[in-house]
């Protein structure tokens, strides 16, 4: 076991279960989200459901969350730093042929990605004043529009979710290669269906704010 | 000095066998305290050195480059005979050594290219078993193609690499060994002396490419696969790094040098582009079976666009001259026919020294799919190298040194004249006679390596005893003096010309005079040339740097060096023939056209002794007697 | 056919694995269009020796594209700007009169700078000890036909078989990471019949060594695969992730067991 974890390969297969569970993770949550254009009613009883009704499944999937993004955080931070490690004296110049941007700004996607998580699990299920000093227990959806009709909060949204198309549209790719699941393929660096996994994740949590900017959902 | 081939008595068939049990055995339990230096690690070196390994001996291998898997050996493409007889098509063990014996001219000797073919078998199992990928049907099962003008279908492939992959075969066993502790490895060394204590080989002195130590290694016996001499006419396509020093320095040391006049000129190789070519590269044979050789029948015409010389403008000549064989003559023939039509000045492209390579019909006849499936890969490459269109303008192709079938003189068991010194591979020159058979190489490199040496090395290690010896002996001592002396000599020179400058100029001696074609008057003007090319080098060479680090200018200067005394010696051995056979063709001795061979007066291996510097070597003949293979004249018309 | 270009040439300049290095200018004239690129540097060479200057020290062999000798950073692309191509096959008409082309040995901690352009790739040969290979000895093996191949499988094996050993994929990588290499080993063995005996430990000890030799790991950059000169596929990597997943799920500690004898 320890072996494995030590292995190069072995962490980035932590890294890659780690990361479908997240994936999953925010694939559902991005689909709850949604419903809040069906109205408060329906986004409150959402939000009472997992947080009263189901409470102990929810603290059973917050487990889970928490021990993948930390698996998942520090499997990347030790390989970066093996990576670095790796060339001690980098290239006068170097020009990247086939790596995709994505590939290449993951590592401090990734950081702001563990930030954002921070300030919004903060923002919204913690109730940190300084981010929300409006913030009400049991009013989901009062404090998304009370969040979101401040235009920073909006911006810091959108900018979070445009690097999480960049690490889904990578991760989701690479995940079944490092998990030694994915086809052979003619090209393989073709990446259509992350493309769309990307896509619809991060639209569908970037309507949400843009919805209460808009006036959409007040 | 007597030349004793050590052959076994008997019947052709059973010698092999018989001459096996009658060898003496070394104690399992011994092996490991006897020490072999294995120099060279292509398919010949790192596959002996890793199969005396695995039998328990203490083995040492050197090479020049950074890894064995780098040996020249790599580059071959077509493939490896193997007389399997999988097609049913009447190929057999005694056919493969009547084939081997003919193709080289009558030059070769009879017992060891029997054990060839025997062995030949053995190795295609072998390499499957290492997990070469050879090309299989859907079936499964291994695929064959006909090769070279062979009239059966023998020779195995892995695409067109199939050197690299037997090589990697070889190599990957070769790394085993090293990570079990039966090789050590010696990378990026090159054998600079070969050292005799009581005229026996019992060690080598190497220099240590990276930090210019000398260092050197005692053993109880010397292997020497270190390739062939290709190299002594510049162009070639041979690697760059390609040498004959460790087979000339033992043949300093007293191992008598076989036929070294014999040389393989392929045909289909790149021409040249420009004067700071390096280095010619070699397109497979294979294209000679869908492409048709031709030139213009007119002087005139040379210079205009091949699709503006009319059909009845082309001379089509190897259909021309050989109605039967057409434009898969044998290698030697077709490179003749090509020299014959440039110096006719009818050759074509930069220096009129090429010939067309013509598609336009295969592909009017195939379609261009087909065509690209057969050949894409070798088309890419001849697009990349000359920036033409292969699919829209014919190839140029002209002849260039290829392989080299003489080398260091050995018996049956694979030791030359010095004791304990064994060559295998393209350095010795058992097997190919005076031409070597299309995919035969990777045969004979793997059939010593594999098969024969770990059994005779036996023989010989049990047969004798050894004193123990290190490397404060006075032999050794003086050996790696010497060195150091040469090394210093060739970095005082301080003159004005490089060592490649000098390699340039041998060369072309070499090709104009003791090339495809040679003659008495050529031969005497390149033994006057190349003396006085020698005595600048000695005056004039320049080599910047110093000797303790990492200098490619001392290297290839000290390679050079050997060159040009080389040179002299294979000129003289082909000025001594006075015949053509195989790839030595003189051009006094032909009937209408026709390399004339004079069986009568040179059936025989002439090995040549050295006996110092100012004094002319001396020539010792070992008769070849053809008790199997009825003496004949080659004919492919 | 055009006339001959003047090119302006950066090069690194160590002399040795401890000594510093640094770039060094030099402009190479009468360049033919019709010269590979490493010819232009012995010419260039020639020169700096008829000067009394070390010439710039760079590996190659055969130059013709399968000994894997040869490789070097040109303009920050390995192997330089023809796709499948290595460096000895390179031709200077790739490029244009008054081009300036920076020089770069492969950097990677695991292949340390020997002497200007060249460096110690032993590493990979010691990837290759830690089980790129079948543990079969010279002998009597079974006939060749015994073991029927499915051609697919043959081809593809083939397909990784192909690698030269050049260390492009480890130079190109952002990570260092010599995956490439290992992986096609391992898949070219793990695919035939041959090499099942040993495929997971293959992997184990393979992937082990690799690590321990300080490449980086693979963030399927998709670098690699655009370097390499033979054009392998990093599909073999995710095949080797599955090898060595199921070699560490399935892995039985090995017994000792005592002399019989």
Redesign the interface.
């Given at each position: 076991m320890l072996k494995f974890w030590d292995s190069s390969v072995g962490k980035k297969v932590v890294m890659g279960v780690t990361g479908l569970i997240l994936v999953g993770f925010v694939i559902g949550h991005m689909a709850g989200n949604l419903q809040i254009f069906m109205g408060m009613e329906r986004y409150n009883a959402y939000a009472k459901l997992l947080q009263e009704d189901i409470i102990e499944i929810t603290w059973a999937v917050r487990v889970v969350l928490l021990v993948s993004t930390v698996l998942h955080v520090l499997a990347a931070y030790q390989l970066t730093m093996r990576n670095r490690a790796a060339r001690p004296v980098d290239y006068a110049l170097r020009d990247a042929q086939v790596s995709t941007y994505a590939s290449r700004t993951l590592r401090w996607g990734g950081v702001f990605l563990a930030i954002f998580l921070v300030l919004h699990l903060g923002q919204f299920t913690l109730g940190w004043k300084w981010l929300l000093p409006e913030f009400s227990r049991g009013a989901a959806y009062g404090n998304v529009v009370l969040a979101f009709e401040r235009p920073f909060w909006v911006v810091f949204y959108l900018v979070a979710m445009f690097f999480l198309l960049l690490h889904l549209f990578h991760g989701t790719w690479a995940v079944l290669r490092t998990l030694g699941l994915a086809k052979n393929a003619a090209e393989p660096l073709q990446r259509r269906l992350p493309l769309i996994i990307a896509l619809v994740v991060t639209v569908g949590f970037s309507l949400v704010p843009l919805g209460v900017a808009l006036g959409i959902v007040r | 000095m007597k030349l004793d081939s050590k052959i076994p008595t008997g019947p052709i068939a059973e010698k092999w066998d018989k001459h096996r049990f009658e060898m003496k055995l070394v104690n399992p339990a011994n092996k490991r305290k006897y020490h072999v230096i294995v120099v060279g690690s292509g398919l010949a070196g790192a596959?002996a050195a890793?199969?005396m390994s695995?039998l328990g001996y203490n083995v040492s291998c050197f090479a020049f480059?950074?890894?064995?898997?780098?040996?020249?050996s790599?580059?071959a493409q077509g493939g490896i005979n193997g007389a399997?007889n999988?097609r049913n098509d009447g190929d057999s063990i005694q056919r493969l050594f009547y084939d081997t014996v003919k193709g080289g001219d009558f030059r070769a000797r009879e017992a060891n290219v029997f054990r060839l073919a025997q062995v030949s078998v053995?190795i295609?199992?072998?390499?499957?078993?290492?997990?070469v990928?050879?090309?299989?049907?859907?079936?499964?099962?291994?695929a064959n193609r006909s090769f070279g003008g062979a009239q059966v279908s023998r020779t195995f492939y892995?695409?067109g690499?199939t050197g690299?992959?037997l090589l990697?075969g070889a190599?990957?066993?070769l790394?085993?060994e090293?990570?079990r502790g039966g090789v050590k490895?010696y990378?990026r060394h090159e054998m600079l002396e070969l050292v005799t204590i009581n005229g026996v080989a019992r060690g080598i002195v190497t220099r240590n490419l990276?930090t210019g130590a000398v260092e050197a290694h005692v053993a109880d016996a010397v292997v020497l696969g270190t390739g062939g001499y290709g190299n002594v006419f510049y162009l070639s396509?041979n690697?760059?790094?390609c040498n004959a020093t460790a087979i000339y320095r033992a043949y300093k040391k007293g191992a008598a040098f076989a036929n070294p006049c014999y040389t393989q000129i392929h045909p289909t190789c790149i021409p040249v582009?420009?004067e700071?070519?390096?280095?010619l590269?070699?397109m497979s044979e294979s294209l000679r079976n869908d492409g048709r050789v031709w030139v213009p029948k007119k002087r005139e015409d040379v210079g205009k666009k091949p699709s503006e010389i009319p059909e009845e403008d082309r001379d089509y000549y190897l259909e021309r001259k050989y109605p039967s064989y057409g434009n898969l003559a044998p290698r030697d023939i077709s490179s003749r026919a090509a020299k014959e039509a440039c110096d006719d000045g009818r050759g074509v492209g930069p220096g009129g020294r090429g010939v067309y390579l013509d598609f336009a019909d295969s592909i009017t006849r195939l379609g261009a799919k087909e065509i690209a499936e057969r050949y894409g890969n070798l088309f890419e490459?001849y697009q990349?190298?000359t920036?033409e269109n292969p699919y829209e303008v014919p190839m140029r192709i002209y002849p260039a040194s290829h392989y080299t079938m003489g080398g260091l003189w050995v018996d049956y068991n694979l030791m030359s004249t010095i004791p304990g010194l064994h060559v295998i591979g393209e350095a010795n020159f058992s097997d190919h006679g005076a031409n070597r058979l299309g995919a035969s190489a990777l045969m004979q490199g793997l059939a010593d390596g594999?098969?024969v040496l770990?059994y005779t090395i036996g023989h010989y290690l049990a047969s004798n005893k050894f004193e123990k010896v290190t490397t404060d002996h006075p032999e050794f001592r003086a050996a790696v003096d010497a060195v150091q002396q040469r090394t210093s000599r060739l970095l005082g020179i301080n003159g004005?010309r490089?060592a490649?400058?000098f390699h340039r100029a041998l060369g072309k001696i070499m090709w104009e005079h003791c090339g495809m074609a040679r003659n008495e008057a050529g031969l005497k003007q390149a033994l006057r040339e190349i003396p006085a090319v020698r005595e600048e080098f000695w005056q004039n060479l320049?080599?910047?740097?110093s000797g303790d680090?990492?200098n490619?200018?001392l290297e290839k200067a000290g390679r050079v060096a050997d060159f040009l005394e080389f040179g002299e010696l294979m000129c003289l051995d082909a000025l001594h023939r006075e015949e053509s056979c195989g790839g030595h063709f003189r051009e006094e001795y032909q009937e209408a056209g026709e390399a004339k061979r004079n069986d009568d007066a040179f059936c025989y291996v002439a090995a040549w002794e050295y006996t110092g510097d100012t004094s002319a070597p001396v020539l010792n003949k070992e008769p070849l007697e053809f008790e199997n293979v009825h003496l004949a004249t080659r004919s492919y018309k | 056919m055009s006339g001959t270009m003047t090119i302006k040439l950066k090069v690194w300049r160590q002399a040795g694995p401890k000594a510093p290095g640094k770039f060094e200018e030099y402009t190479a004239t009468d360049v033919s269009p019709e010269s590979s690129f490493l010819e232009m540097l012995d010419v260039v060479n020639d020169k700096l020796a008829l000067e009394g200057k070390d010439p710039i020290a760079f590996d190659h062999d055969c130059r013709e594209g399968i000994c894997g000798m040869c490789g070097m950073m040109i303009n920050g692309v390995a192997h330089g700007p023809s796709k499948l191509t290595t460096t000895c096959q390179l031709h200077m008409r790739s490029f244009k009169d008054g081009d300036s082309i920076t020089l770069e040995p492969w950097r990677a901690k695991a292949f340390p700078v020997i002497r200007d352009l060249i460096v110690d790739r032993s590493a990979i040969d010691r990837i290759i000890q830690a089980g790129g290979f079948i543990s079969v000895a010279t002998g009597s093996p079974q006939d060749a036909n015994a073991l029927p191949i499915a051609k697919p499988d043959a081809d593809e094996a083939m397909d990784a078989a192909a690698c030269i050993g050049c260390g492009a994929c480890v130079a190109a990588c952002p990570n260092a990471s010599v995956s490439l290499f290992t992986a096609a080993k391992i898949s070219h063995l793990g695919l035939l019949p041959q090499g099942q005996p040993e495929r997971y430990r293959r992997a184990l000890s393979m992937v082990a060594q690799m690590d321990l030799e300080g490449f980086g790991g693979c963030t399927l950059f998709g670098e690699c695969m655009a370097a390499c000169p033979k054009g392998i596929s990093i599909d073999f990597i995710k095949r080797m992730n599955g090898d060595y997943i199921w070699g560490a799920i399935s892995e039985r500690p090995e017994k000792i067991t005592l002399g019989s004898g």
């Open positions: - | 596959s890793a199969s695995e480059q950074d890894s064995p898997r780098r040996a020249h790599i580059a399997k999988y053995d295609i199992d072998q390499c499957v078993a290492q997990g990928p050879f090309a299989r049907e859907y079936g499964g099962l291994l892995a695409r690499q690299q992959q990697l190599y990957q066993a790394e085993k090293i990570a490895m990378n990276v396509t690697a760059q790094g582009a420009g700071h070519q390096s280095k590269t070699l490459m990349r190298i920036d594999y098969f770990p004005k490089t490649d400058s320049t080599v910047p740097g680090t990492l490619q200018q | -």
